[in-house]
């Protein structure tokens, strides 16, 4: 998987990773780098603004409710 990434990746993000000796290891500098923190503030108030659509079942509702709190930092 390494070498995949490797021939799909810009020469200049290569130079983010060249000493990763794993496909996992590459992946975690780049998203360490690329990955923009959530804002708090705003992930809070993503719960609140949430609707239940009428076809969706509750648990499927429920679980993205437990998904978008993560981010909140209480």
Do not use: W
């Not at 799909?8 to 780049?30: G, M």
């Amino acid at each position: 998987m390494l070498n995949l990434l490797l021939n799909h990746v810009d020469p200049t993000v290569y130079e983010l990773f060249v000493e990763a000796s794993t496909y996992d290891e590459a992946l975690s500098s780049i998203k360490a780098l690329y990955a923009k923190p959530q804002n708090p503030i705003f992930a809070r108030s993503l719960p609140r603004s949430r609707k239940q659509i009428s076809e969706e079942l509750f648990n499927k509702y429920l679980l993205n409710l437990k998904g978008s709190n993560v981010d909140c930092e209480f």
